[in-house]
């Protein structure tokens, strides 16, 4: 599984469930907005984009804060 890393170095997986372009449905379903389809948590496409949440993860009170240790971020 591929990686990146936000502005304030936090990683974060490469996966439809980090990806801008989700959309979950009310019965837990994804889809993706980009390309219209059901997709499972894991998949990946060349269009991924990170979330805006994510982009922030690390910021706090307008300054930056460094965790320790990030074991994983979880988005529905």
Same mark, same amino acid.
């Given at each position: 599984m591929?990686?990146?890393m936000n502005a304030y170095h936090i990683k974060v997986n490469k996966i439809c469930a980090s990806c801008?372009?989700?959309e979950c449905l009310g019965d837990g379903t994804r889809v993706c907005q980009k390309m219209?389809?059901? %997709?499972?948590?894991?998949y990946v496409c060349r269009q991924w984009e990170?979330?805006?949440g994510l982009k922030n993860a690390g910021l706090q009170?307008?300054?930056v804060v460094r965790l320790r240790e990030t074991k994983e971020? %979880?988005?529905?």
């Amino acid at each position: 599984m591929e990686t990146t890393m936000n502005a304030y170095h936090i990683k974060v997986n490469k996966i439809c469930a980090s990806c801008k372009h989700k959309e979950c449905l009310g019965d837990g379903t994804r889809v993706c907005q980009k390309m219209g389809l059901k %997709v499972e948590q894991k998949y990946v496409c060349r269009q991924w984009e990170m979330a805006d949440g994510l982009k922030n993860a690390g910021l706090q009170n307008g300054g930056v804060v460094r965790l320790r240790e990030t074991k994983e971020i %979880v988005i529905c």
